[in-house]
Each structure stands twice: as structure tokens, then as C-alpha cells.
């Protein structure tokens, strides 16, 4: 990839912004629907019950953990292939 | 003489933006999907408790890199088939 220069990194910088600003929407989304997915199936009342309070307590706490570690390992992972590729 | 044929094409910088971004979508796409599978793999989905344990943590790291792994195979993969002409139609 060619490289950019400082103004064109700083444009980049926006649009990198950008995107994290969308990416950070998605995760809030999704880990709304992966909680209520895996933790509310109790319709006999229309307010969360305690159960399903920790439930989703503990899903959110949980995921992030679970996402925490696969960044860090992702950054490895892709460190080597990195290496690797230039082996090749 | 200078400056005619044979030299490399300018490429712009919308060009380059363009292609960063490309890549950028790429890494953060297959980063997203990672975390997605892997979770469906790995984690119990009862959530007992708010860590992680160490079976599931061990089944993580072995996801990631498996993942990669695969990824590269792919990569090989369609390699292969596009020079066999099993791609045509798809190119």
C-alpha cells in the first residue's frame, strides 16, 4: 500500500474517526440483541426480572471481556501473518 | 526520453485514500466476524459468571488462530482455483 502523506493522513485520520464512531454504534447494537437473545425469554411479564437483570448484566460484562481478548490475539495473529507474508 | 513511458502511473490521493479505506473495511470486517464466531464457539451462552474462564479463554486463542490460518488457506485456495479457470464467470 502506498504511503500518505501528512495531509492526507490527517484526512484519514478523520475517516478513521469516523468509522469508529459507527463501529462503536454496531457493538452497542449488537450486544443489545445478543443479550436479549440469550437472557429474556420470560414474557409473562412486560418488566425484566431479576434473573434476567443479572442475566444481561453479566452477557454485556462478558462479551467485552470475550472481545478484549480476541483484539489482543488478533493483533498477534495478525503481527505473524505479517512476518509471514514476507517470507513468502 | 525523461519523463516519457515506462515510468510508473501517478496515483492520486483520492486513489490512496480510497485504498486505505479498502483496506481499513477489510481488517475491521474480519475482525467483527471473528468476534462473532468465536463467541458462538467458545462462550457459554448461560453466563454463569462475568469472566471468562480458562477453558473458554483457551478455546478463544485457538479460535483467533485458527481463523487466520483458514483465512490464508482460502487466500491459497482461490488462488489455485482462479488459475484453473474455476473463477470464470466470477472475475
Known amino acids: 500500500m502506498d504511503q500518505l502523506n501528512v495531509k492526507e493522513q490527517q484526512e484519514f485520520q478523520q475517516i478513521v474517526e469516523q468509522k469508529q464512531m459507527k463501529d462503536f454504534m454496531n457493538l452497542y447494537s449488537n450486544l443489545v440483541s445478543r443479550c436479549f437473545e440469550d437472557c429474556v425469554n420470560d414474557f409473562t411479564s412486560a418488566n425484566l426480572s431479576s434473573k434476567e437483570t443479572t442475566c444481561i448484566a453479566k452477557c454485556s460484562e462478558k462479551f467485552l471481556k470475550h472481545s478484549e481478548r480476541v483484539g489482543q490475539r488478533f493483533q498477534e495473529q495478525n503481527a505473524l501473518l505479517m512476518q509471514n507474508l514476507q517470507k513468502r | ?91
Request: charged content about 20%; proline content about 1%; aromatic content about 6%.
Open chain 2, 1 to 91: 526520453m525523461f519523463g516519457l513511458g515506462g515510468s510508473t502511473p501517478q496515483v492520486s490521493s483520492q486513489q490512496k485514500l480510497q485504498a486505505a479505506e479498502a483496506e481499513l473495511d477489510m481488517v475491521t470486517g474480519m475482525f467483527n466476524q471473528l468476534v462473532n464466531q468465536c463467541h458462538k464457539k467458545c462462550i457459554n451462552a448461560s453466563y454463569y459468571e462475568s469472566d471468562i474462564t480458562k477453558q473458554e479463554a483457551l478455546c478463544l486463542d485457538r479460535c483467533v488462530a485458527k481463523y487466520f490460518e483458514t483465512n490464508v488457506q482460502v487466500g491459497d485456495n482461490m488462488q489455485k482455483l482462479g488459475q484453473s479457470g474455476a473463477l470464470m464467470g466470477r472475475q
